[in-house]
């Protein structure tokens, strides 16, 4: 078990690294810090501009060297003022270490963010417990009215609920959210006025029913669909089990027979495909903190790509990453746990 | 302004539809007449979903097709006095209606629909079958040979699934890349696939006979040397089609996202058929290993894998409006429906007429290639 997770630990240390890699060269490509020095200069800043304010920053010392600094495993050189001679930070809204020191993401100092004109940290972290909020909304509607749904129609195969409620499923996974949260914000927001077709108000004010329900049923939509077919594929599978039919000849109610016999062995497998839903989720949550402008992780991330953030993307990625293997881990983990016929190895 | 009534749009827009409905209903009725012929096709068509399915998709297949006389405008047209024109306004000079109303910029929003499927339609397919080809060009050797070959490539496969998607499009299909090899040399990797599968296809089966083998390979060449240079380089021989750097680097962008889904599918498939009596068989015969892969597990694979294309060329259709949703790659003017989602959700406080054509333009189309999985699916469950 020990040796397992170790291994697991160690691939999501390399997936990491190989990652953050990828995207520090991509944003480090020549456009794109081009792209930088035109939005932190002015909007018609000559080349030699530009390539004097990319040196006076440190963006052209070697590509490595900046890499092993943002990790944190290669030291941070102060940026010097060529004509004083004295330590001047690169950006006057982030202090910066006038001495050499270590000073990367393994020493938990993230950088700083050119859009936003703060530390990343400080942006990120609201961002996070925004979106951290979202989700839990998201997944606490879609969860279980997905399992209710796949439950339903599971347990008759090839009734007329089934194939109604299959039609539902099919419908829900064909409608994207930018699809679904342009078709309800129409309906509830446009025609009816019972919802605000803006979640901006909610960082501010908090969030309440009127600004924060459209943002949340928009990605619960989607993904509905997707669970509530795999809880009845595994539902369908369970019922046509020998224990279900020795428990109904027995005497038992079709009820109770769903409810303590087919229920908990029907739940293994929609266990794992839920945990598989939260990096797929992520991207939904981008989607709609753009469409409602609610100020969130996504917005961060879509704000820093269309800057070029590099700080800042490299830590979003970061983040989405983490996401991604920690929510595999505990599938995994948890798959094992629930199926006692599965062993961890 | 005047205005048409409710119904007389309605009415309108039907008769706008006449080709593309004659069309589905030659196809269907001879669909439904020969059906016991048509093997697979024949009894998808004859179950409710895929009944609906192939409905929707043939419906804007040829909505695709007869786009320019089902749309009564151009798509990038503007009428000035038309700008934001409700639905059913009546342009004055050619006495035409814009049957769904005009956009912000003046555009006829019912010929916009009709011209984004175009886009929609040729994209979508075209990269979900490289991406396909990517996915069983290295999932096969993954699941058959394993070892490091399966380790390295699965690992690869994961590392980009952990990718968050956006920011991966950001990436790769940002304006400023286009000035980098990056997507060009994304692009060549991922087109030499689809020829290097048909090259070794018919390598490892035909070996025995010369001239067959001959015919296909110089065939196989000739296609793909030609797709290739159409797409990677934009240098078309014959000046047929047309590629902008732009349109490749979605081809790239969305081949990548999608692709080691597939492998992953593909791997595990074969992990499955390997084990397989016929596969042993073949093996004992002395088979080279891309023969078993290419002619034995593949087609036995085909199945859940032409399911998972049918969901894959929907889940595609959702990228690329996503894309479009994002403005990128795509340019600003372009009909295709997730632009138009984006430039219409703005406003939608003020006009909402924009916003709803495309946004179910989308949902259909993605709902018949559901559909269409679905009854696939279940077809392949009944034997």
């Given at each position: 078990?020990?040796?397992?997770?170790?291994?697991?630990?160690?691939?999501?240390?390399?997936?990491?690294?190989?990652?953050?890699?990828?995207?520090?060269?991509?944003v480090?490509?020549?456009?794109?810090?081009?792209?930088?020095?035109?939005?932190?200069?002015?909007?018609?800043?000559?080349?030699?501009?530009?390539?004097?304010?990319?040196?006076?920053?440190?963006?052209?010392?070697p590509?490595l060297?900046?890499y092993a600094?943002?990790i944190?495993?290669?030291?941070?050189k102060p940026?010097?003022?060529?004509?004083?001679?004295?330590?001047?930070?690169?950006?006057?809204y982030?202090?910066?270490?006038?001495?050499?020191?270590y000073?990367?993401?393994?020493?938990g100092?993230?950088?700083?963010?050119?859009?936003?004109?703060t530390?990343?940290?400080?942006?990120?972290?609201?961002?996070?417990?925004?979106?951290?909020?979202?989700?839990?909304?998201?997944?606490?509607?879609?969860?279980?009215?997905?399992?209710?749904?796949?439950?339903l129609?599971?347990?008759?195969?090839?009734?007329?609920?089934d194939?109604?409620?299959s039609?539902?499923?099919?419908?829900?996974?064909?409608?994207p959210?930018?699809?679904?949260?342009?078709?309800?914000t129409?309906?509830?927001?446009?025609?009816?006025?019972?919802?605000?077709?803006?979640?901006?108000?909610?960082?501010?004010?908090?969030?309440?029913?009127?600004n924060?329900?459209?943002?949340?049923?928009?990605?619960?939509?989607?993904?509905?669909?997707?669970?509530?077919?795999?809880?009845?594929?595994?539902?369908?599978?369970?019922?046509?089990?020998?224990?279900?039919?020795?428990?109904?000849?027995?005497?038992?109610?079709?009820y109770?027979?769903?409810?303590?016999h087919?229920?908990?062995?029907?739940?293994?497998?929609?266990?794992?495909?839920?945990?598989?839903?939260?990096?797929?989720?992520?991207?939904?949550?981008?989607?709609?903190?753009?469409m409602?402008?609610?100020?969130?992780?996504?917005?961060?991330?879509?704000?820093?790509?269309?800057?070029n953030?590099?700080?800042?993307?490299?830590?979003?990625?970061?983040?989405?990453?983490?996401?991604?293997?920690?929510?595999?881990?505990?599938?995994?983990?948890?798959?094992?746990?629930?199926?006692?016929?599965?062993?961890?190895? | 302004?005047?205005?048409?009534?409710?119904?007389?749009?309605v009415?309108?827009?039907?008769?706008?539809?006449?080709?593309?409905?004659?069309?589905?209903?030659?196809?269907?009725?001879?669909?439904?007449?020969?059906?016991?012929?048509?093997?697979?096709?024949?009894?998808i068509?004859?179950?409710?979903?895929?009944?609906?399915?192939?409905?929707?998709?043939?419906?804007?297949?040829?909505?695709?097709?007869?786009?320019?006389?089902?749309?009564?405008?151009?798509?990038?047209?503007?009428?000035?006095?038309?700008?934001?024109?409700?639905?059913?306004?009546?342009?004055?000079?050619?006495?035409?209606p814009?049957?769904?109303?005009g956009?912000?910029?003046?555009?006829?929003?019912?010929?916009?629909?009709?011209?984004?499927?175009?886009?929609?339609?040729?994209?979508a397919?075209?990269?979900?079958?490289?991406?396909?080809?990517?996915?069983?060009?290295?999932?096969?050797?993954?699941?058959?040979?394993?070892?490091?070959?399966?380790?390295?490539?699965?690992?690869l496969?994961?590392?980009?699934?952990?990718?968050?998607?956006?920011?991966?499009?950001y990436?790769l299909?940002?304006?400023?890349?286009?000035?980098?090899?990056?997507?060009?040399?994304?692009?060549?990797?991922?087109?030499?696939?689809?020829?290097?599968?048909?090259?070794?296809?018919?390598?490892?089966?035909?070996?025995?006979?010369p001239?067959?083998?001959?015919?296909?390979?110089?065939?196989?060449?000739?296609?793909?040397?030609?797709?290739?240079?159409t797409?990677?380089?934009?240098?078309?021989p014959?000046?047929?089609?047309?590629v902008?750097?732009?349109?490749l680097?979605i081809f790239?962008?969305?081949?990548?996202?999608?692709?080691?889904?597939?492998?992953?599918?593909?791997?595990?498939?074969?992990?499955?058929?390997?084990?397989?009596?016929?596969v042993?068989?073949?093996?004992?015969?002395?088979?080279?290993?891309?023969?078993?892969?290419?002619?034995?597990?593949?087609?036995?694979?085909?199945?859940?894998?032409?399911?998972?294309?049918?969901?894959?060329?929907?889940?595609?259709?959702?990228?690329?409006?996503?894309?479009?949703?994002?403005?990128?790659?795509?340019?600003?003017?372009?009909?295709?429906?997730?632009?138009?989602?984006?430039?219409?959700?703005?406003?939608?406080?003020?006009?909402?007429?924009?916003?709803?054509?495309?946004?179910?333009?989308?949902?259909?189309?993605?709902?018949?290639?559901?559909?269409?999985?679905?009854?696939?699916?279940?077809?392949?469950?009944?034997?």
């Amino acid at each position: 078990m020990l040796a397992f997770f170790l291994r697991r630990l160690g691939v999501m240390a390399l997936t990491m690294l190989c990652l953050t890699f990828v995207v520090f060269y991509l944003v480090n490509l020549e456009p794109n810090l081009r792209k930088l020095a035109i939005s932190q200069t002015e909007m018609h800043a000559s080349d030699e501009h530009i390539e004097s304010w990319l040196t006076r920053n440190g963006y052209r010392r070697p590509f490595l060297e900046r890499y092993a600094a943002w990790i944190g495993v290669w030291p941070k050189k102060p940026n010097i003022d060529a004509e004083t001679g004295k330590q001047v930070s690169r950006f006057t809204y982030c202090e910066e270490p006038s001495v050499v020191v270590y000073a990367g993401v393994i020493e938990g100092d993230f950088g700083c963010s050119t859009k936003f004109k703060t530390k990343v940290a400080e942006k990120l972290l609201p961002a996070l417990r925004a979106t951290g909020l979202l989700m839990f909304w998201v997944m606490a509607t879609m969860v279980p009215v997905a399992l209710f749904l796949g439950i339903l129609s599971g347990m008759r195969e090839g009734s007329k609920l089934d194939r109604a409620l299959s039609v539902v499923s099919i419908v829900t996974t064909s409608t994207p959210e930018y699809v679904s949260g342009v078709v309800l914000t129409i309906i509830f927001g446009t025609w009816l006025g019972w919802l605000n077709g803006s979640a901006a108000s909610a960082t501010g004010d908090g969030i309440t029913f009127y600004n924060f329900t459209l943002p949340v049923i928009t990605p619960a939509i989607y993904g509905m669909g997707y669970i509530a077919r795999m809880t009845r594929a595994s539902m369908v599978e369970v019922m046509t089990a020998q224990y279900i039919r020795t428990a109904r000849l027995k005497g038992l109610g079709f009820y109770a027979v769903v409810l303590k016999h087919a229920l908990r062995n029907a739940l293994i497998a929609p266990f794992t495909v839920i945990m598989l839903q939260f990096p797929w989720l992520l991207t939904g949550v981008v989607i709609v903190e753009v469409m409602f402008r609610y100020q969130g992780f996504g917005l961060a991330l879509v704000d820093a790509a269309g800057n070029n953030d590099i700080d800042l993307m490299l830590s979003c990625s970061l983040v989405s990453v983490l996401l991604v293997l920690v929510t595999q881990l505990i599938s995994d983990v948890g798959y094992a746990f629930l199926n006692p016929r599965i062993r961890v190895q | 302004m005047e205005f048409m009534s409710p119904f007389a749009i309605v009415l309108r827009v039907l008769i706008q539809f006449i080709p593309v409905s004659m069309a589905m209903a030659v196809l269907l009725t001879v669909s439904l007449l020969f059906k016991r012929r048509l093997g697979l096709y024949g009894f998808i068509i004859e179950t409710g979903t895929g009944f609906a399915g192939v409905s929707i998709l043939s419906f804007w297949l040829f909505t695709a097709i007869f786009a320019a006389s089902v749309a009564p405008f151009d798509p990038l047209g503007q009428i000035v006095s038309m700008k934001d024109a409700l639905p059913g306004a009546i342009e004055a000079n050619s006495g035409l209606p814009y049957l769904l109303g005009g956009d912000k910029l003046a555009r006829d929003v019912f010929s916009r629909m009709v011209f984004g499927s175009r886009i929609v339609l040729i994209i979508a397919p075209l990269a979900t079958f490289l991406a396909l080809s990517v996915g069983i060009m290295l999932g096969l050797p993954a699941g058959y040979f394993g070892k490091r070959i399966d380790a390295i490539l699965s690992f690869l496969a994961n590392l980009i699934l952990a990718f968050p998607i956006i920011l991966l499009f950001y990436l790769l299909v940002s304006p400023g890349i286009l000035e980098t090899p990056i997507p060009y040399a994304l692009a060549g990797f991922f087109f030499v696939f689809p020829i290097v599968l048909l090259f070794t296809l018919f390598w490892s089966g035909y070996r025995a006979h010369p001239k067959q083998l001959a015919l296909r390979l110089v065939l196989t060449l000739l296609a793909g040397g030609w797709l290739f240079a159409t797409f990677v380089f934009d240098s078309d021989p014959f000046h047929i089609l047309r590629v902008s750097p732009s349109t490749l680097n979605i081809f790239a962008a969305v081949a990548l996202a999608s692709g080691p889904g597939i492998f992953r599918i593909v791997r595990s498939l074969t992990l499955d058929i390997k084990t397989r009596e016929y596969v042993q068989a073949a093996q004992t015969r002395g088979e080279t290993p891309w023969f078993i892969m290419l002619w034995e597990i593949l087609p036995n694979a085909r199945g859940p894998l032409i399911v998972d294309a049918c969901l894959r060329i929907g889940y595609t259709t959702i990228l690329i409006g996503a894309l479009g949703y994002f403005g990128l790659g795509m340019p600003p003017e372009s009909p295709d429906w997730g632009t138009a989602i984006k430039e219409s959700s703005r406003l939608m406080r003020a006009f909402v007429h924009p916003a709803l054509p495309p946004a179910l333009a989308m949902m259909s189309f993605v709902l018949g290639l559901n559909l269409l999985a679905d009854a696939l699916r279940e077809q392949s469950l009944k034997d």
